[in-house]
């Protein structure tokens, strides 16, 4: 692994720094690779649960189809925030998309800017344009459910088109694993859910492994205390905004 390198490549490269830690190699860490997978998985579990720096704002792009209401939308996506259409709320399907909407306002503002026009006149056919979009359907209405991912659109789709989704959705796991303040939290957290694996099955042996000196006895208790100790840490720096994600805003009441 490069020393200069920011976060990690892919899972494999934080697999193996959390190997090192654990003095693999030096001694005989009882930890298979799907123990380091789980520690792993339960880091960005929390990290997307707790902070809001996993989540990102984007778009999909889909195509409806003719009387078909429900669409199954990508499992990272948490919440669907709009629906856009190309058109301006017609049903029938053309070559080119010819919106009166934005002609009228090149006309009235645009190309006669030097007899009307000015900020007031600016915002209020802006407010114009979006009252008679929301009459004449440029958007659609819809109800959307993040444990199915299905998206439902409260309208009898009559012909083909493209529509534009606002989402917010996880930030995919390549990604967050080489954020330069995202990437050092999971570590952590991945190593102390593998501290706490290793200390529950070290645990067992209460009275010691049987030794040429005599019994044996293993740090399972040890590695237990560490472990809570350290993903307590770990959640109260994601209160305290230390890795990274942005606080909320002045709530009033």
């Known amino acids: 692994m490069p020393i200069n390198q920011i976060g990690y ?7 193996r720094e959390m190997q090192l830690r654990l003095a693999d190699g030096i001694v005989d860490v009882e930890l298979d690779r799907e123990h380091y997978d789980v520690a792993i998985d339960k880091a960005l579990a929390t990290y997307r649960q707790l902070s809001n720096g996993s989540v990102e704002e984007s778009v999909v792009f889909f195509n409806t189809s003719v009387n078909v209401t429900e669409y199954t939308l990508p ?11 190309r058109g301006i709320g017609t049903n029938n399907s053309g070559g080119t998309n010819f919106d009166p909407f934005d002609v009228a306002f090149n006309n009235m503002y645009m190309l006669q800017a030097g007899q009307i026009g000015g900020l007031a006149v600016f915002d209020a056919f802006a407010q114009y344009k979006e009252t008679i979009g929301r009459v004449f359907g440029s958007e659609y209405n819809f109800l959307w459910n993040k444990n199915t991912k299905i998206l439902k659109i409260l309208r009898n789709i009559q012909h083909e088109e493209e529509v534009m989704v606002g989402v917010y959705n996880f930030i995919p796991e390549s990604v967050l694993l080489k954020d330069v303040y995202a990437n050092p939290w999971l570590a952590y957290y991945a190593l102390a859910q593998a501290k706490l694996m290793l200390g529950e099955a070290r645990s067992k042996y209460t009275s010691g492994l049987p030794g040429a000196g005599g ?4 740090n399972g208790e040890t590695l237990k205390t560490e472990a809570r100790e350290d993903l307590e840490k770990l959640k109260e720096s994601i209160h305290n905004m230390e890795e990274g994600n942005m606080p909320l805003g002045f709530v009033i009441g």
């Open 75 to 85: 499992d990272e996506v948490m919440e669907v925030r709009r629906i856009y259409r």
């Open 215 to 218: 019994a044996i006895q293993l």
């Open 9 to 15: 490549n892919n899972r494999e490269e934080l697999i």
